[in-house]
Every structure is written in C-alpha cells, then in structure tokens.
C-alpha cells in the first residue's frame, strides 16, 4: 500500500518546451505533496510543498512562476516546468503525504522523472 | 540534514561486515529523523526512523542511533550485502502539520565481494 506513481520516468525536449510531471497516489489520499529536485551526487532539494485545493508553498529561491504546482485532486499533483532550458535538466523527485494507518512513513516517494533540455 | 558540497563522500566495505554511516543535522529543533536508501535513477525508499525522545531503534540488520547533544544521526548495517550497495541519505523533520524532510547530503555505500 501507499504506492506513489510518477510520470513520465524520463523526458527530453528542446529548450523553451513547457513539460508537465504527474504525481499520483494510487490506494490513498494525499492532502499534501511535496516535489523535490536532485542534481547528479547531489541530494534531494525541496522545491515547494503542494495542498490539495491550495495554493502551493515554495521554498526560498524557487521560482513560482518558472515551476508551476497544481494539486486539484487528493490523488493527484502536478509540477510544469515552464519554457525549460538546458539549466532545468534534473531528477525531479515527488513525494505524498500519508496519515492513514498501516504505514510508518510520514512521506512515500516516487521514482523520479529524468529531465533533460536539450 | 545538511545538504553541501557537490561530492558524495563513499564508504566501501567487504560484503559480510558491519557498515557505519554518519549523518548531521543542523535544526535543533527537529524531533522526527529519517534514513533513506536510494537506488540509482530510483526515489528514495524508507529503511528506518526515529523521534527525539529515543537515542537507539533497531530494525532488521539496521540500527539508528541519534545524539541530540551534538545533532548526529548514524546508520548501522549488520554483514552489509551487495544489495546494500546505494546512497544513504539522512533526513530531518518537525512532527508539525507538514513533516517536511531536510535531506542531508548523503554517502555511497559500496560493498566490496
């Protein structure tokens, strides 16, 4: 249980493409997700976390306007880079909120969205 | 945690021995911690946590110990295995509404045959 799906795995694109991630909580309602970034041997960077029916929150030095957040639904999240360039090439990383029983973990990752600009 | 530096430190260790990862954190304040275990081109994936009012959890082969005095985290691994083979990353929360996770900068763990 508490399974978390995110897509697509991988995209390419040339440079000024929009790419919009989908996190999706498969058997359980997330109230909030949150969206992470990773650079190569580098570790996890919290981007902004995202409320169901809410405007979401972002981190300092996140841009809310290059790196739009929709969570319309409690299943689903959604992160659009908006015209991506070669410097937006990352492992996006989303990650949902559970507060149900049977799990011990307070967040339940995906497995990460490989994008690259070319 | 405290993410810096754009080098993972790694620790490379026979296959059957014990392994040991050190981790910091930086928020006193923080009262929920977090070991993650992640896979290349994976999502991080839950081996073990701990709260504040504890100093040692033991789960299967893994043991957590945390020292609140100097804000250091550590991660054992009982006869380490090649599937063991990953990045470790500790991460730090309050056990506030949001449980946001610091992510430490991480250590690649390596074993060795």
């Known amino acids: 249980g508490a399974v978390v799906s995110q897509h697509p795995s991988w995209v390419i694109c040339k440079s000024g493409t929009s790419v919009k991630i989908e996190c999706r909580s498969l058997?359980?309602?997330?109230?909030?997700m949150f969206w992470y970034r990773q650079f190569p041997k580098q570790s996890l960077m919290l981007m902004a976390t995202?409320?169901?029916?809410?405007?979401?929150?972002?981190e300092q030095g996140v841009e809310k306007d290059k790196f739009l957040i929709n969570h319309a639904s409690l299943t689903l999240s959604t992160l659009t880079v908006t015209s991506a360039h070669p410097e937006d090439s990352s492992f996006y990383i989303c990650?949902?909120?559970?507060?149900?029983?049977?799990?011990?973990?307070?967040?339940?990752f995906g497995d990460g969205t490989r994008l690259s600009i070319l | 945690g405290e993410s810096v530096g754009l080098h993972l430190p790694t620790l490379s260790v026979q296959e059957g021995d014990n392994s040991i990862i050190n981790c910091a954190y930086s928020?006193?304040?923080?009262?929920?911690f977090i070991w993650y275990k992640q896979e290349s081109g994976k999502g991080p994936q839950f081996i073990i946590d701990?709260?504040?009012?504890?100093d040692k959890r033991q789960g299967q082969r893994v043991t957590v110990l945390l020292n609140k005095t100097v804000k250091h985290l550590s991660l054992q691994i009982a006869a380490t295995q090649p599937g063991d083979s990953a990045v470790y990353f500790c991460?730090?929360?309050?056990?506030?509404?949001?449980?946001?996770?610091?992510f430490g900068s991480g250590t690649r763990l390596l074993v060795r045959p």
């Open positions: 990650s949902a909120r559970y507060t149900g029983r049977g799990s011990n973990q307070p967040q339940h």
């Open positions: 058997d359980f309602q997330a109230t909030t």
């Open positions: 995202s409320n169901e029916g809410s405007k979401a929150t972002y």
């Open positions: 928020n006193s304040a923080s009262d929920y």
């Open positions: 701990i709260r504040s009012n504890m």
């Open positions: 991460a730090d929360a309050l056990m506030d509404s949001s449980y946001k996770l610091i």
